[in-house]
């Protein structure tokens, strides 16, 4: 079994989306089922609804699970389970107070040694506190795992001590509800974040405490630096997921530039589907990857080529197949879904109201010229079949009526036709453009 366990804290962020289409990449490799677990263990920090936000957002980018599990509705089990590691002397109470524990932690950065729980304080405060913590025994021994990706990690003993597996509150941690979960659904194999190594050591000695024996192959995903070469942070707008889709990026190149940076693929440009029958994680690179916009706007262009006409021109509002190969034709201009729109938009805008907002452009000093050309094209209009209409014949006959050449006929014309004063070859733009000339030039 493989999962993603997004905790419901906060937005989705690219890290986190990564981590999702890995692990659905290699349930579905390996033909194992799929298991959403939202981690929903720190309840002052749950966020009411992003679990559902997170299940849209997976939905969205074609990830299903098999299985769907809010952690919480395990608490019963996962305390069951602390009580038999007290019984089994391998877990016990706590009393210590967090002024104490504050304390002791002065104490060592004072000394200058590294902190470490000691097992001999468990008892010290009993009196005054009435809600112990359960403790799991730290390793006495150095600890080690192999990692898909950074290879053999090793930790010195003095990095698990005993730590808390469940809360004052009754509640289990992280890493207890973590490793317990994992053993409960038969997780064989844990993509995530690298924040997460250091808690990895701790959840294999929660399963050594519980006798679970089962292998589980771990792949640690190096972060993700901004376009400084700094960790990516909230700050960052293109960590969040739902920025890149407001901004008008698919989820299919965001998908694919997810998979892509900071991997040895056989190509750029691929779905997610694709990358099933190559995907290999341990081609992912150790060092951190940076994200790069530029990339991304390079293959949103790709994706917007391979979709047909009628979803693109869904994408953007209109129903009419012919907007759809409009749109493709401003991918040499336009990158995402936001700025095509603009460019669409523009061409059904009045053009007469358009122009009187501009303050900048030649066009302006064009006007008489304009004028001329839009009362030619509109009686051109009633004459021709403009559907079945050449450029060449149209320009020519045009040019003719309105008697203006050079330009002083091609910036009005583009201007009438487009809204802007430079864009694709009207050439190819007429192609689509005189399916819907009539709207096009109203006044
Ligand atoms: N809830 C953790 C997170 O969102 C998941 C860690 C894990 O996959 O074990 O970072």
């Known amino acids: 079994m493989l999962r993603f366990a997004p905790s ?8 986190n989306l990564r981590a999702a289409i890995f692990n659905y990449i290699l349930a579905k490799q390996k033909g194992e089922a799929f298991l959403l677990r939202i981690e929903d263990t720190d309840t002052s920090r749950n966020i009411e609804g992003k679990d559902k936000d997170i299940m849209f957002l997976l939905t969205l980018f074609g990830i299903s699970w098999d299985n769907l599990v809010y952690q919480s509705n395990n608490f019963p089990r996962h305390r ?58 730290g390793s006495s021994e150095p600890m080690s795992f192999y990692d898909e990706i950074k290879g053999e990690v090793k930790f010195d003993c003095n990095e698990v001590d005993s730590f808390v597996i469940i809360k004052e509150d009754g509640i289990p941690t992280y890493n207890f509800a973590c490793a317990v979960d994992d053993m409960l659904y038969d997780v064989d194999f844990i ?17 050594k405490g519980l006798n679970y024996a089962k292998k589980i192959q771990f792949a640690h995903l190096p972060i993700i ?35 892509l ?7 750029e440009v691929f779905t997610m589907q694709e990358a099933i029958s190559w995907f290999d994680i341990k081609r992912i690179a150790k060092a951190p990857a940076r ?13 917007f080529k391979r979709l047909n006409e009628l979803d693109l021109a869904a994408l953007l509002g209109y129903k009419d ?26 061409i059904f805008f009045n053009k007469t109201k358009l122009l009187e907002q501009e303050k900048e452009g030649e066009i302006l000093e064009l ?48 201007y009438l036709l487009t809204g802007f004063e430079h864009g694709p070859e009207l050439n190819d733009l007429f192609l689509y453009l005189r399916n819907f000339l009539k709207d096009i030039l109203r006044k």
Not at 8 to 15: E, K, L, R, Y
Not at 391 to 406: I, R
């Open 291 to 303: 994200f790069d916009i530029d990339k991304l706007r390079f293959l949103n262009r790709e994706h």
């Open 80 to 137: 069951q389970l602390a009580d038999y590691l007290i019984s089994q002397g391998k877990a016990f109470y706590c009393y210590c107070t967090k002024e104490f524990l504050e304390a002791k932690r002065e104490e060592a950065k004072k000394n200058k040694i590294a902190f470490r729980y000691q097992d001999s304080w468990a008892l010290l405060q009993k009196d005054s506190h009435s809600n112990p913590v359960i403790r799991l025994k």
């Open 367 to 414: 006007k008489e010229e304009f004028n001329t050309l839009h009362n030619t094209l509109l009686k051109l209009l009633e004459s021709l079949d403009w559907q079945n209409t050449s450029y060449e014949e149209f320009k020519t006959k045009a040019m003719q009526e309105s008697n203006l050449k050079g330009k002083r006929f091609f910036k009005p014309l583009r």
């Open 261 to 267: 940076i900071g991997n040895h693929t056989p190509c």
């Open 8 to 15: 419901p804290t906060g937005d989705m962020h690219t890290g």
């Open 191 to 207: 993509v995530r974040g690298e924040d997460h190594v250091s808690n990895t050591p701790k959840q294999i000695l929660i399963h």
């Open 225 to 259: 630096l901004n376009e400084e070469g700094k960790k990516m942070s909230k700050r960052d707008n293109a960590s969040s997921v739902q920025w890149l889709l407001n901004e008008g990026f698919l989820p299919q190149a965001i998908a694919n530039y997810l998979i």
């Open 321 to 346: 197949t012919s907007i759809g190969g409009l749109a493709k034709l401003y991918l040499q201009e336009a990158s995402t879904l936001n700025e095509l729109k603009t460019k669409i938009d523009r």
